[in-house]
């Protein structure tokens, strides 16, 4: 099994950034598909940028893509995701997840990923 930690949610200005972090325990290793969602008030859980285990590719949703950054440090067993010119509509708690030699195919999918984080929230204000 893996835990997941985020942490480096709060509040920003429209504008701003902010970095995210995921730190992962118990039976880590490079084979494990790192993925990150959002869930704003009201609205399902959505896709936001994955990274794969075994091609390193990112993957972003068109919402963020240029904007947002995903990456990981297998040797510290983290993951992390930069966030910058943040926008009110990405006000929302987001989650990292994780599963094992998940295909890249599914990253995006959330039904897909087995660990899943507590969450940080995120308020960008405008």
């Known amino acids: 099994q893996v835990q997941l930690v985020e942490s480096g949610g709060g509040l920003v200005q429209a504008g701003g950034s902010l970095r995210l972090s995921c730190a992962a325990s118990?039976?880590?290793?490079?084979?494990?598909?790192i993925g990150w969602f959002r869930q704003a008030p009201g609205k399902e859980r959505e896709f936001v940028a994955a990274i794969g285990w075994i091609t390193g590719r990112t993957y972003y949703a068109d919402s963020v893509k240029g904007r947002f950054t995903v990456s990981r440090d297998n040797a510290k067993n983290t993951a992390s995701l930069q966030m910058t010119n943040l926008k009110p509509e990405d006000t929302a708690v987001y989650y990292c997840?994780?599963?094992?030699?998940?295909?890249?195919?599914?990253?995006?999918?959330?039904?897909?990923?087995?660990?899943w984080g507590q969450g940080t929230q995120v308020p960008v204000s405008s």
């Open positions: 997840a994780a599963d094992y030699r998940l295909p890249d195919s599914k990253l995006a999918q959330k039904g897909w990923y087995a660990y």
């Open positions: 118990g039976r880590t290793s490079s084979s494990v598909a």
